[in-house]
């Protein structure tokens, strides 16, 4: 049976929502066409609760009973501790639609289009996506994953996918 741990990272299996639709059209101007498991993602404050971005902020939430796999990367108790109090600073930030309209701008356009970097590195700092969440935590947790500040869900899974510890 699994026991939700502090620090897990839990990835959200596909439902069919606009917003769903809406992360799966900006996805597939990045990557193309692919088969995309995972739409949205959170990490585990405790046994109950965590933290996650729900489309117009940083909030904490209970957890769901089900729809999502459960991962736990290997980092040491007192780090996921440190990176899960970090995160908890981030509750009430507003969701990051400039990064959204950015990406989809990039993604359009190959990169010859864009926002200016200075404005939306500015705007990161305030604002967050549940994927950049999830990065801001293990780069508080100290693991060494690899991702940009603006990974998508899938591309957070391809770094923990050998790490997963539950389905539900």
């Known amino acids: 049976m699994y026991v939700r741990q502090q620090g897990d990272i839990l990835m959200f299996r596909r439902l069919q929502t ?3 639709r809406e992360i799966d059209w900006i996805e ?3 990557d193309g066409r692919q088969p995309y498991i995972y739409y ?3 990490v585990v404050v405790d ?3 965590q933290i996650e971005s729900d489309g117009k902020m ?3 939430n209970t957890i769901p009973s089900g729809g999502f796999d459960a991962f736990r990367p290997p980092i040491l108790p007192e780090n996921r501790q440190r990176g899960v109090e970090q995160v908890k600073k ?4 507003k ?5 959204i309209v950015d990406d989809a701008l990039r993604a359009l ?3 010859l289009l864009h926002l200016p970097i200075k404005f939306v590195a500015r705007e990161e700092r305030y604002r967050k996506i549940c994927s950049t969440i999830v990065v801001a935590y293990l780069n508080a947790a100290g693991w060494n994953h690899g991702l940009t500040q603006n990974a998508l869900p899938e591309d957070i899974y391809i770094v923990l996918r050998n790490y997963q510890v539950s389905t539900a």
């Open 40 to 42: 949205h993602c959170s």
């Open 109 to 111: 356009t190959h990169n």
């Open 47 to 49: 046994e109950n609760t």
């Open 95 to 99: 969701y990051d639609w400039v990064l």
């Open 18 to 20: 606009l917003e769903v």
């Open 90 to 93: 981030l509750v009430g930030q």
């Open 28 to 30: 597939r101007l990045k």
């Open 58 to 60: 940083v909030i904490t």
